[in-house]
């Protein structure tokens, strides 16, 4: 691994051939006010590119989960640019963000949200119903290797079928952007990585900008680039000149 640290944004040569999804400027987020007043942003610069696969590391409360929640449409900043292509998410109004949300971001998150009394296949087909121009349940499904799972339903799936399920319902949509918030963090190591690998394999071929959050520094052996948080800040940005597929990976 090559490592490289920016001390400004995230613009560099490596980014040539692709199409930049964000431009990240100046973000801050903060709750509360006074004395009670957490900065859980604290001046964030940072741009994204089509295609890439990012790993965010950093403590906790270092301000990751709140950064994918900006970009996600879930929140927004306190100041600061944050645009995807030509939406300002930082000024949109909330019928251009749930138009933003359905239609470019697909959500992963630790725990799996599925509908108990619903089939993988019926779980996926919500996101479906709902988006312009879908990929069907089922080849959503076989993308992430469920194809034989179809009609099971969650209580007869194990916790990596669990989620591989919410990816395939986060990617029937085709989003633009994916975002993981520690995927693997309920799942054994060798479960994670077969989730790591769906991942892997959705990022690679519909060139879907991946952003994952993580505690566990070996997954960014995986990453086109590792960001660092720390106290709300990027803390450092680091270049790996070639990826290791999750398989690969010294756990």
């Not at 490592?3 to 100046?26: C, I, N």
């Not at 479906?128 to 121009?133: G, K, M, R, V």
């Not at 799942?187 to 060139?207: K, P, Y």
Request: aromatic share 6%; glycine share 8%.
């Amino acid at each position: 691994m090559t490592t490289q640290t920016d001390s400004g944004p995230a613009t560099v040569s490596l980014h040539s051939d692709r199409e930049q999804l964000f431009r990240v400027r100046g973000l801050t987020k903060t709750y509360g006010v006074g004395d009670a007043a957490v900065h859980a942003l604290a001046g964030v610069d940072l741009d994204l590119y089509t295609g890439e696969f990012i790993v965010l590391l950093g403590p906790s409360g270092s301000g990751k989960t709140t950064l994918l929640n900006q970009i996600g449409g879930l929140d927004v900043p306190t100041s600061g640019e944050l645009r995807y292509r030509d939406l300002d998410l930082a000024n949109a109004t909330e019928e251009d963000l749930t138009h933003y949300r359905r239609d470019s971001v697909g959500f992963v998150f630790q725990f799996y949200n599925l509908i108990p009394s619903l089939t993988a296949r019926e779980n996926v087909a919500l996101i479906t119903e709902i988006a312009h121009d879908p990929i069907p349940a089922e080849t959503a499904l076989e993308m992430v290797n469920l194809g034989a799972r179809l009609d099971h339903f969650p209580a007869q799936l194990s916790g990596g079928e669990q989620q591989r399920v919410a990816i395939a319902r986060a990617i029937a949509k085709r989003p633009e952007v994916l975002l993981c918030d520690e995927p693997t963090g309920a799942l054994d190591i060798r479960t994670g990585i077969v989730v790591l690998e769906a991942i892997e394999r959705v990022n690679r071929e519909l060139s879907t900008l991946t952003v994952v959050i993580t505690h566990n520094a070996v997954m960014a052996q995986m990453a086109d680039r590792v960001v660092r948080f720390s106290d709300g800040r990027v803390h450092s940005i680091h270049k790996n000149s070639q990826r290791a597929p999750a398989s690969s990976v010294n756990w």
